[in-house]
């Protein structure tokens, strides 16, 4: 199910859309240099990693980002810099970002600017890629067919808190991510799948 899709480990995505679409690529383990449109979400180690970029980046490869990851321009990529709720087109690709930040934690600061991203796809509708982020009113508000949604805790919604934002937005599908390395454990997807409404689709991908 959602075979387009791949979680490589923790938050690290592959989207085949035709055009091939990573986010916070990490812990990559074969260089496929395939990536037309690398997201970034953050400059935490475990979601900007020039490392992995380094593997699935090719010459053409655009870089989109917030415009406080001031070490997107080291990958000699074409870089693109986005605030929160922006719309914006690449590669013929539809994105829009969302606020990403914890309420009460310190890790995320909502004054940071980090985002998570929506992508509009023709076929599969609109993915929801939510980034390092609490449950807040925006990301409340997303309208999607398909949610990555944080599950691991400590740095993020844990993943009952995860399913409640699923059970608010409604998707189609939802899939927890940002657990079983970094953060959280391998049991935090069962426990999502088991706090989510059954109207919804939940996809284990880690």
Known sequence: ?????????????????????????????????????????????????????????KPDTVIVCPKSVKEADDTGLDVIRVSTDEVLEVKGIKLETVPAYNKLKPFHPKSNGWVGYIISSPEHGRIYIAGDTDMTDENSRVKCDIAMLPAGGTYTMNARKAADLANTICPKYAIPIHYGSVAGSPEDGEVFRNAVNSGIDVVIKI
């Not at 995505?13 to 496929?32: A, M, W």
């Open 1 to 57: 199910m959602l075979d387009f899709i791949t979680i490589n480990t923790h938050s690290s995505i592959r989207i085949d859309e035709g055009i091939i679409i990573y986010c916070d690529p990490f812990r990559i383990t074969e260089e496929k240099h395939d990536a037309d449109i690398i997201l970034i979400t953050h400059s935490h180690f475990d979601h900007f990693s020039p490392e992995d970029i380094s593997k699935v980046m």
